[in-house]
């Protein structure tokens, strides 16, 4: 049957509030949980990925867990450590002890940041890539990665990982028209990440079908995700005022961006 009792944790933040509008429309019944109180969701639970007590509380009877709670650009490695590892490890103890068998975890194109991006008629970057993490906040997203395959391995807790690109309302710059994801698309690519059968451990890339797109779409498409957004509708505006990649500008030459050189730093 179709998971419908989602656990999306992460939901105060920019992604989680656009997945709380847009995923009831496919027919979950969602249950939150943020570090940070939601103001119009009352019954949201306050918890912090540290807190395996209230963890265990959140996922007990919920079909699968939309993950995206955790530090989402970069920070010390000490932060890094106790939000997106250990956090990530706890959410997944949870589960497995309270039984859960699926989880959509938000991993990050920056888990593969350094792999310089594809030029001219470069094919493109395979899922199967070696990992190039290009922050601590990168290398957390690789260790959540490995985290899930081996709770599949070893317990049989099912994971998509979705190696996201950049999921805002709308792409503001070049690169972005490469790697964005329309939240549309985003609800889509869940919806299928939480429903495809037999997923094991699945690595997939988020983002719409753009015409600049540097990464394959295959794997996302094996569970069933059609994307029906395209960035390039944005380009004219955007080169328009920030110019084409530039080859020799280091800024431009990998996956991750400006994450390789000047990460924006999380500001908490
Ligand atoms: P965000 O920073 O707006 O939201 C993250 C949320 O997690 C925040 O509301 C924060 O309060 C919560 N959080 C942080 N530490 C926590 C903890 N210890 N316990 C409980 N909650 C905690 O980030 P955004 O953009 O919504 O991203 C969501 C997820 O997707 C993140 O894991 C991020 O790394 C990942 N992602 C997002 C992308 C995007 O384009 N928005 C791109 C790639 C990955
Ligand atoms: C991410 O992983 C960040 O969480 C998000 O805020 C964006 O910066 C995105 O990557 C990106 O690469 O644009």
Same mark, same amino acid.
């Given at each position: 049957?179709?998971?419908?009792?989602?656990? /999306?944790?992460? *939901?105060?933040?920019? !992604?989680?509030?656009?997945?709380?509008?847009? #995923?009831? %429309?496919?027919?979950?019944?969602?249950?939150?949980?943020?570090?940070?109180?939601?103001?119009?969701?009352?019954?949201?639970?306050?918890?912090?990925?540290?807190?395996?007590?209230?963890?265990?509380?959140?996922?007990?009877?919920?079909?699968?867990? /939309?993950?995206? *709670?955790?530090?989402? !650009?970069?920070?010390?490695?000490?932060?890094? #450590?106790? %939000?997106?590892?250990?956090?990530?490890?706890?959410?997944?103890?949870?589960?497995?002890?309270?039984?859960?068998?699926?989880?959509?975890?938000?991993?990050?194109?920056?888990?593969?940041?350094?792999?310089?991006r594809p030029r001219g008629d470069d094919p493109l970057i395979p899922v199967g890539t070696p990992r190039r993490p290009d922050t601590f906040y990168g290398l957390s997203k690789s260790f959540g990665?490995?985290?899930?395959?081996?709770?599949?391995?070893?317990?049989?807790?099912?994971?998509?990982?979705?190696?996201?690109?950049?999921?805002f309302p709308e792409p503001t710059s070049v690169r972005m028209l490469s790697v964005w994801m329309s939240p549309d698309d985003g609800a889509r690519l869940f919806h299928a990440a939480l429903t495809a059968e037999d997923v094991r451990h699945t690595v997939v890339y988020g983002s719409s079908a753009n015409t600049r797109l540097w990464w394959d779409l295959a794997s996302a498409r094996a569970l069933g995700y059609e994307p029906r957004d395209d960035s390039e509708r944005y380009a004219p505006k955007l080169i328009a005022e920030q110019g084409e990649l530039d080859p020799a500008n280091p800024d431009h030459a990998h996956l991750g961006g400006h994450f390789c050189t000047n990460p924006p730093v999380w500001p908490y």
């Open positions: 049957p179709a998971p419908r009792t989602v656990l /999306l944790t992460g *939901a105060a933040g920019g !992604l989680g509030t656009l997945m709380r509008g847009l #995923l009831p %429309a496919y027919g979950y019944d969602l249950r939150l949980l943020d570090i940070r109180p939601i103001d119009d969701e009352p019954r949201a639970l306050t918890a912090d990925l540290a807190d395996r007590d209230a963890l265990r509380e959140a996922v007990r009877g919920t079909d699968a867990v /939309l993950h995206l *709670a955790g530090i989402s !650009l970069e920070s010390t490695f000490d932060k890094i #450590l106790k %939000a997106n590892i250990e956090g990530t490890y706890h959410l997944y103890e949870a589960a497995r002890e309270e039984g859960v068998r699926r989880i959509v975890f938000a991993s990050s194109n920056h888990a593969v940041g350094f792999t310089p990665e490995d985290l899930a395959q081996f709770y599949w391995d070893k317990h049989g807790i099912e994971t998509v990982s979705v190696r996201i690109g950049s999921c």
